[in-house]
DNA sequence: GTAAGGTATGTTACCGCTAACAGCCAGAGT
DNA sequence: ACTCTGGCTGTTAGCGGTAACATACCTTAC
């Protein structure tokens, strides 16, 4: 593409070159190529070979402006070391594999601005449908997906509104639950371990329908840590010994994702701390890891897969005619694990 | 794109709607919303206001039809659960992120049949360039490759014959240097556990060098477990547990990756096994995670953020007009951690 | 025998943008 | 006065495909 124009010996093919190197038009090979349209067998074979033959690549870029036709579908989400996004991704996959549309990812690390501009990259590809992670956009972000005219999916979350269609869990009622768990088996002072960043708005409502549950049964957090960069489990173990050290009188901790929390474990069975009893532990995500664990901990699965799954389900349905505009809530399951007391 | 060819209120905008809403010629347009040749200051803000107020996004399909310049480079990789090339594509974003290419990701799973159609999907799209993991593939892939007229950059390993160029580490030396270290800390009864992937050429590389450096000291392998699918620590436990019922005197385990490795020290450590005395352990990678486990797991980091930033840094310089075809050998350190006795 | 209908192929006109070149105008130089 | 230069803008001709229509030939039906 950007090679200095000199004497470049194998030109980059186009559909010419197969047509006159199988003697027939470049409709012809067009069509061969596109499986589209009646071609004879003979041609079709003579076609093909010659093709082979060239090592003729097509340009999608052209057929793409000529039939006004993309068969990409952008993804966009905040992070790809998460654990999380590479599942949701699978199910994004696997689900467009038989639709004839595939998936461009885009990372935007927890940055609105970062966000803006990889929505735009993507718009200006003219994609056929996006899947964006996360409610919470900046205006000029929503307004170009909203005006796009393609089918636009917002995932992970539900609680807000919108462009078009969603998929997701409600975060708030993830954390009432899990409070209403922790509660209900009996531990009253309660602490929060979660990470920093002010834009993760997902471990931020879960946080509030937490301490909304709390406040319903009296309580308020006993002591909160927050924690940014590095190993998860490391900082999990650090974030645990600083709380248990400010606080000692804590009897639960709730991780803000499970990473954090397997570290806060590994820290209280090294420490030869009673778990569930002196002091109870739990996530959030389900992640897959925890299996392997000394003790389950208790979580919270996100529905990763399901989510992707639907999510790409809505792309290829409304690719295929459908209106869009639909809500999809996932409810997530409460794994209780070994790290709660029977209540 | 797909939208049934109805009523469409607001029909895609071109540049011919900017161009008309602020009254100069198409060109001129371009000319702004690039930054490229010269526009009176006037001219443009009054370019830019139209496009903003419009909600104008240019369309890259046609731009890039048009300059035969796309900003695109491919990166092919296996896997995105595997947790080392999230960050080969960290690597690799940083860097292409001021040369105003922009990395476009597709995974194989492990299948070269997947390679082949990936490599095809993407260079059918013209990229800058393309970064592969691996240095096995197809014929075809390889030829599309060769003949593409693009920079390609084979990542990850470097012990066969690269296309064009390639960055990575020797997966032989690797597994040689830990078996090195292994027999030179006393260790005799050694065993194997990894992956059953047929094609995880590198994975495979490391045992052979492992085994090559074992030869060389007159041993051979204690026993070996292979294992596929699943949580990767719980199958470090599992295949743990089967090495040492099967093969009681072993005396070291030598894991394809930290994951397991880390399942097999939580494992000897649950049964009160006395690591590092009685029995070794080591894994591969160098992964963050191990920072937060109990007892510090010997690796070699596989240089996987180097990696991705030298590809890029290939790729971006070709596309500068250097020439290519280099190959760059990076060099894991080995980290003794806690589970290597001292020797 | 001829109209109707299918099958296989070719022709034409774009898709939305940009390279390359052409024009126009003001101010500088001689 | 006249050319020359440089800054700014417009015109033309594609880029490599594909949609839509046209064409030629061969059946089949009546």
Redesign the interface.
């Known amino acids: 593409?950007?090679?200095?124009p000199g004497f470049?010996p194998?030109r980059?093919l186009t559909l010419r070159d197969v047509s006159e190197a199988s003697g027939v038009s470049e409709m012809t090979v067009s069509r061969v190529l596109r499986n589209r349209g009646d071609v004879s067998d003979a041609t079709r074979e003579r076609v093909l070979e010659a093709a082979r033959a060239l090592?003729y690549?097509?340009?999608?870029?052209?057929g793409?402006?000529a039939s006004?036709?993309?068969n990409l579908v952008g993804v966009v989400i905040p992070s790809?070391?998460n654990?999380v996004f590479?599942?949701v991704?699978?199910g994004i996959?696997d689900t467009l594999e038989n639709t004839g549309l595939?998936p461009?990812?885009g990372?935007t690390n927890y940055s609105p601005e970062r966000e803006e501009t990889v929505i735009?990259?993507m718009?200006?590809?003219?994609?056929?449908g996006m899947i964006v992670a996360g409610l919470e956009h900046s205006d000029a972000s929503r307004?170009?997906l909203a005006?796009?005219?393609?089918p636009i999916v917002e995932i992970m979350d539900i609680d807000g509104t919108p462009v078009d269609s969603a998929v997701g869990i409600s975060h708030r009622r993830a954390g009432r639950q899990m409070a209403e768990a922790i509660i209900a088996a009996g531990y009253r002072r309660i602490a929060f371990c979660g990470t920093m960043m002010p834009y993760d708005h997902r471990a931020k409502k879960r946080l509030e329908g937490f301490e909304e549950a709390l406040a319903k049964a009296g309580l308020t957090l006993a002591d909160r840590e927050f924690y940014s960069g590095?190993?998860?489990?490391?900082?999990?173990?650090e974030m645990t010994e600083a709380v248990l050290q400010r606080t000692p009188d804590v009897d639960f901790l709730y991780y803000s994702n499970d990473m954090i929390g397997?570290?806060g474990l590994?820290y209280c069975?090294?420490k030869g701390i009673d778990v569930p009893g002196r002091i109870g532990l739990a996530g959030f995500n389900g992640v897959?890891?925890?299996?392997?664990?000394?003790r389950r901990l208790a979580t919270m699965d996100a529905c990763r897969l399901q989510i992707g799954r639907r999510a790409a389900e809505i792309i290829a349905g409304q690719?295929e005619?459908v209106i869009g505009g639909e809500v999809i809530e996932l409810f997530p399951t409460l794994q209780p694990g070994d790290t709660i007391r029977g209540s």
Chains 1, 2 share one sequence.
């Open positions: 593409m950007t090679k200095p470049d194998r980059t090592g690549v097509p340009n999608k870029i052209a793409a402006l006004q036709r993309v790809l070391s654990m590479p599942e991704l699978t996959s595939q461009v990812v990372v735009y990259e718009l200006s590809w003219r994609p056929s307004a170009m005006q796009a005219g393609i590095g190993s998860a489990l490391l900082k999990g173990r397997a570290g590994l069975l090294d897959e890891l925890l299996d392997g664990l000394p690719h005619g």
